[in-house]
């Protein structure tokens, strides 16, 4: 488990760098730690593969949901309302304050 949540917290943080056109050193040791190639006896099964993808899937779909949550809010610079949906700018508040009016709903398909 600790394996785990230390290879997200890099993924994370190098994920958020790559983002903002950063690049990340690598810590002093990391050349004595990792092995000079790979090994030729490790193989990697379809089974890991999907397991590896699902995980991936997983831990990353919040952070690309949210990434672009933010992005899309970042584009209002006031409170809006495009039909029924209300628009903010990040860190503000707005809410639909009386029905919705039947010329403006759309009918489910």
Known sequence: MT????L???VF????????????AP?????RAMPPDADATVTITE???AHVAR???????????IY?????????????YAGPVPAAPPN??????????ADERKPWK
């Open 3 to 6: 394996r785990r949540c230390l």
């Open 8 to 10: 997200t917290a890099t």
């Open 13 to 24: 943080a190098g994920s958020i760098a790559l983002l903002h056109g950063q690049s990340i």
């Open 27 to 31: 810590s002093p040791g990391w050349s």
């Open 47 to 49: 089974s890991y593969a």
């Open 55 to 65: 995980d991936a899937s997983v831990w990353a779909w919040p952070l690309v949901n």
């Open 68 to 80: 672009n949550k933010r992005h899309g809010a970042e584009q209002s610079k006031e409170l809006a």
């Open 92 to 101: 503000r508040t707005v809410m639909l304050t009386d029905h919705v009016a």
